[in-house]
């Protein structure tokens, strides 16, 4: 009998056992495919689509400002200055004002002269083209 009972007791364990390994593996294989399903979904994350949205804006407007800023004449820039720090100082903004007009006046000396330098060079290296009409 106490045999009997030790090989009923093998037996269901080893039953036990299968059973348990059949339902780790389909739960393995359960996970995989999940996750598999994940990172296969278009999921929009409308965060960072709204961070890349402003990041781009401000790249666009930056670099608007900066050509408007090149082209533009001192006189024009200067004119547009004051009337910045009139308006800043009626809408007590005067410091984000000082900076748009300190900043603005730097990049026009800066960058306003590497422009005209790289204009100017290309200019005096043209060759002369001649008319064929002009050669004889």
């Known amino acids: 009998m106490n ?3 030790l090989e009923t007791q093998a037996n269901s364990s080893t039953t036990e056992l299968i059973v348990l390994e059949n339902a780790s593996s389909e739960y393995a294989e359960k996970s995989t495919n999940s996750g598999a399903e994940n990172m296969n ?5 409308p965060v960072l689509d709204f961070v890349l949205n402003v990041a781009e804006t401000a790249k666009y407007v930056w670099q608007r400002y900066a050509e408007w800023i090149i082209d533009v004449s001192w006189g024009k820039l200067l004119l547009a200055s004051l009337l910045t720090l009139i308006v800043g100082g009626l809408l007590s903004i005067q410091s984000f004002a000082n900076w748009l007009v300190i900043g603005s006046l730097l990049l026009k000396c800066f960058i306003g002269k590497e422009d005209q330098v790289q204009t100017n060079t290309t200019e005096t290296h043209k060759p002369a083209e001649q008319k064929p009409d002009e050669e004889s």
């Open 3 to 5: 045999a009997q009972n």
């Open 41 to 45: 979904t278009n999921t929009k994350n």
